[in-house]
């Protein structure tokens, strides 16, 4: 029942912008925190973003500090990541997060590269 699907994903030149998308269903979305993580193959996974359930306070790893804006939709049960001035090390799986028992979206690849 219980389901995050990421979109919005692909190849980016250094420098551009992407907007990544989580659709979730299967559980009252309003009432639970959200979070972006990354991951690069043989690194660990990294929080990326977080943003609590009403949206009204939001926070970021340092490194996508002043690059990234974390938001949500309640009404349409959505979290997006507008990522700017992308840089090669932002390359990675990204996957949104609920708290509601700890459930993961499948991920999407983004790759920044010239």
């Known amino acids: 029942q219980v389901q995050l699907v990421e979109s919005g994903g692909g190849l980016v030149q250094p420098g551009g912008s992407l907007r990544l998308s989580c659709a979730a269903s299967?559980?009252?979305?309003?009432?639970?925190?959200m979070r972006w993580y990354r991951q690069t193959p043989g690194k660990e996974r990294e929080l990326v973003a977080t943003?609590?359930?009403?949206?009204?306070?939001?926070s970021y790893a340092d490194s996508v500090k002043g690059r990234f804006t974390i938001s949500r939709d309640n009404a349409k049960y959505t979290v997006d990541l507008q990522m700017s001035n992308l840089k090669p090390e932002d390359t990675a799986m990204y996957y949104c997060?609920?708290?509601?028992?700890?459930?993961w979206g499948q991920g999407t690849q983004v790759t920044v590269s010239s």
């Open positions: 943003i609590t359930s009403a949206g009204d306070i939001t």
């Open positions: 997060y609920t708290l509601f028992k700890g459930y």
């Open positions: 299967g559980f009252t979305f309003r009432n639970y925190g």
